[in-house]
């Protein structure tokens, strides 16, 4: 199974300027745990997380003061769609993170979470452990 069969295509995209209260407001609204952080002065893409603002807020930091581009991850690791579930999963291994930006030639076509591997492998685990069980 591919990245394009389990990301999601719901990309929240928000400024460095939004507040982290802003930020969780409208993950929120939208049911996602990610954010694309698109900054228009550099360009550049990249990720804020529930984690980045729970750990704000664990901090005793202010979300109404703290804003996305102060906790905004930009040494992102970015998956194509054509890659495999498994090539996803190691590379959310190795760099120690949940979600990953999805990029085609033209930008952003979503972010596929571990949630979203777990949901397509256990049906497919599921279908085979009862093929065995009938075999």
């Given amino acids: 199974m591919l990245v394009r069969d389990a990301m999601s ?12 209260r802003q930020a969780a407001r ?8 990610a954010a694309v952080v698109l900054d228009p002065d550099t360009s550049g893409l990249g990720i804020l997380t529930e984690r980045d603002i729970l750990n704000s807020l664990g901090a005793g930091q202010d979300p ?9 991850t930009t040494d992102v690791v970015f998956a194509a769609p054509a890659w495999t ?11 120690g993170f949940r979600h990953l930006i999805v990029l085609d030639a033209h930008g952003p076509v979503g972010i596929v979470s571990v949630r979203d591997i777990i949901r397509c492998w ?7 452990a009862a093929t065995t069980l009938a075999g």
């Fill in 85 to 95: 579930l498994e090539e996803a999963a190691e590379a959310m291994t190795h760099g």
């Fill in 64 to 72: 109404d003061r703290e804003t996305a581009g102060t906790h905004t």
């Fill in 26 to 33: 409208l993950m929120a609204a939208r049911r996602v745990g």
């Fill in 9 to 20: 295509t719901v990309v929240l995209t928000i400024g460095p300027a939004h507040t982290l």
């Fill in 122 to 128: 256990a049906p497919a685990r599921h279908r085979a």
